[in-house]
């Protein structure tokens, strides 16, 4: 990621505990450790939401092709696709079922 040698590493080493002190100095690195620590998690989950919605943007354009097509004369990625999504679809409704059979308020 950055170009950095072990000579570099140990001369801002050396800077930090002139700078910081040995008291703390431990706290910063684990402050520092923690915080890169967070930027990429944040960028992993940024990075997995892309891809989701990537996803779900593909199985709609497969679904909007299998409408056009007739759900019969599609190809089997499309045909997969759009199961995917009847699951997807289902799985959302379940939760409500449930919650509508377990309420005797209603």
């Known amino acids: 990621m950055f170009d950095i040698s072990f000579w570099e590493l140990c001369i801002i080493g050396v800077v930090a505990l ?3 002190g040995p008291e703390r100095l431990p ?6 450790v923690k915080t890169i620590r967070s930027m990429k998690s944040m ?11 990537l996803r779900v943007h593909e199985l709609h354009e497969n679904l909007k092709k ?3 097509m007739g759900i019969d004369n599609v190809s089997p990625e ?4 759009v199961e995917e999504l009847k699951q997807a679809a289902l799985s959302v409704q379940e939760p409500y079922k449930k ?4 309420d005797p308020a209603e």
């Open 66 to 68: 299998a409408e056009k």
């Open 18 to 20: 002139v700078i910081l």
């Open 27 to 32: 706290g910063a690195i684990r402050s520092t």
């Open 43 to 53: 960028a992993s989950g940024f990075k997995t939401e892309v891809e989701e919605q």
């Open 78 to 81: 499309v045909k997969q696709s």
């Open 99 to 102: 919650k509508k059979t377990d």
